[in-house]
């Protein structure tokens, strides 16, 4: 389903025929599009994470972006206490004072746990920097202090990095998701980059849209002549809809 929703959001946006669209990977893992001669929206960057229900697609016509979502059925069967030791190192002593601090009671504490999670995930998705990066170098805070707040930025090294925006949602009680946005001058080597123009001054730090577009797992299928019994749907359900809390729909998720 990732790979379906990555060639609807090209052929949405972009106006690209389907066996037109081509995607590549950086060395280090990230997905992109290769150039398309005189496609609208050059610099498109884009970044899929899937995890429990859900399967999120983002992307920004300038900027660096990355995603990731979390379920908490993933690590449902721990306390806090023991699944925190299996990441003691990735968090920087602040991050962990914040963490605990979501309790007292644990499912607030894990949640600031997965919140903290996401952030680092979709800060080194959207760099493409791979494994090689050590997440504790990545020290969140949350914008005015406000810990349960959905905007928040980063320190990397201990020195702020003004550029970057992180928006944190909760899809549903289950489900955790961040998108990361950062300015195209960090894009890695081997993608596409920004030309010498405006690209920069593009660059926003403030999201200009927080809106989920939620489609229905049937219907991307039928899109591309596929019916669901190809697929082993199952549990496996992609997306809500944030009004009837349905829950058998898929996300694509745009910041642009």
């Given at each position: 389903?990732?790979?379906?929703?990555?060639?609807?959001?090209?052929?949405d946006?972009?106006?690209i025929?389907?066996?037109?669209?081509?995607?590549?990977?950086?060395?280090?893992?990230k997905?992109?599009l290769?150039?398309?001669?005189?496609?609208?929206?050059?610099?498109?960057?884009?970044?899929?994470?899937?995890d429990?229900?859900?399967?999120?697609?983002?992307?920004?016509?300038?900027?660096?972006?990355?995603?990731d979502?979390i379920?908490?059925?993933?690590?449902?069967d721990?306390?806090?206490?023991?699944?925190f030791?299996?990441?003691?190192?990735?968090f920087?002593?602040?991050?962990w004072?914040?963490?605990?601090?979501?309790?007292?009671?644990?499912?607030?504490?894990?949640?600031?746990?997965?919140?903290?999670?996401c952030?680092k995930?979709?800060?080194?998705?959207?760099?493409?920097?791979?494994?090689?990066?050590?997440?504790?170098?990545?020290?969140?805070?949350?914008?005015?202090?406000?810990?349960?707040?959905?905007?928040?930025?980063?320190?990397?090294?201990?020195i702020?990095?003004?550029?970057?925006?992180f928006f944190?949602?909760?899809?549903?009680?289950?489900?955790?998701?961040?998108?990361?946005?950062?300015?195209?001058?960090?894009?890695?080597?081997?993608?596409?980059?920004?030309?010498?123009?405006?690209?920069?001054?593009?660059?926003?730090?403030?999201?200009?849209?927080?809106?989920?577009?939620?489609l229905?797992?049937e219907?991307?299928?039928?899109?591309?002549g596929?019916?669901?019994?190809?697929?082993?749907?199952g549990?496996?359900?992609?997306?809500?809809?944030?009004?009837?809390?349905?829950?058998?729909?898929?996300?694509?998720l745009?910041?642009?």
């Amino acid at each position: 389903m990732s790979r379906l929703l990555q060639r609807k959001l090209f052929h949405d946006l972009l106006s690209i025929d389907y066996d037109s669209i081509r995607i590549e990977r950086t060395p280090t893992g990230k997905p992109y599009l290769v150039s398309v001669p005189n496609a609208r929206l050059p610099h498109l960057n884009f970044n899929v994470s899937h995890d429990g229900d859900y399967v999120v697609i983002v992307s920004d016509p300038v900027s660096l972006v990355g995603t990731d979502i979390i379920s908490r059925h993933s690590h449902s069967d721990l306390l806090p206490e023991k699944l925190f030791e299996n990441f003691t190192t990735y968090f920087t002593p602040f991050e962990w004072m914040i963490i605990r601090s979501g309790g007292p009671d644990s499912d607030s504490m894990l949640d600031q746990f997965y919140r903290h999670w996401c952030m680092k995930e979709a800060y080194v998705k959207a760099v493409g920097v791979g494994l090689g990066f050590e997440l504790h170098r990545a020290e969140f805070h949350y914008d005015k202090d406000m810990i349960w707040g959905d905007l928040a930025h980063v320190y990397i090294d201990g020195i702020v990095a003004t550029e970057w925006q992180f928006f944190l949602h909760k899809l549903d009680p289950e489900h955790w998701v961040c998108v990361a946005t950062g300015p195209p001058s960090v894009r890695p080597s081997s993608a596409p980059a920004v030309a010498n123009n405006d690209g920069e001054s593009c660059h926003r730090t403030v999201f200009q849209s927080r809106s989920f577009t939620f489609l229905r797992v049937e219907d991307v299928l039928k899109e591309f002549g596929l019916q669901a019994a190809s697929y082993d749907c199952g549990e496996y359900r992609i997306g809500a809809d944030s009004e009837n809390e349905r829950r058998e729909s898929t996300a694509p998720l745009s910041s642009s």
